[in-house]
């Protein structure tokens, strides 16, 4: 069973506004941190924003202002919306999961695809 599964990538125009989602696996236990990264071409993935114990918020400066995430009341699934969409958005975004039952284990999604158009 995939861990992670992600959705609401897509084509937004430069100013537009999406919505990703990404849910965990029933299978995974003691979800700590969920949080979502990004990797454009030819870069280093980057944290864009990450929820720690269902409430403490971290953000990248680039995105701070422009994109919100949230979880659910269960922690299993994690929200982020993104507004005023830039071209340098443009980037694979995945989703994290870090559980700490039994021992630590990060887990990753394999992945959605967001284009910015200018």
């Known amino acids: 069973q995939v861990p992670l599964v992600e959705s609401g990538g897509g084509l937004v125009q430069a100013g537009g506004s999406l919505r990703l989602s990404c849910a965990a696996s029933r299978n995974i236990f003691g979800i700590n941190t969920m949080g979502w990264y990004r990797q454009a071409p030819g870069r280093q993935r980057e944290l864009v924003a990450h929820i720690i114990s269902g409430s403490i918020t971290n953000y990248a400066d680039s995105v701070k202002g422009r994109f919100t995430i949230s979880i659910n009341n269960a922690k299993d699934t994690v929200y982020l919306q993104m507004n005023n969409l830039k071209p340098e958005d443009t980037a694979v975004y995945y989703c994290?999961?870090?559980?700490?039952?039994?021992?630590?284990?990060?887990?990753w999604g394999k992945g959605t695809l967001v284009t910015v158009s200018s």
């Open positions: 994290k999961a870090v559980a700490d039952i039994p021992v630590r284990r990060d887990y």
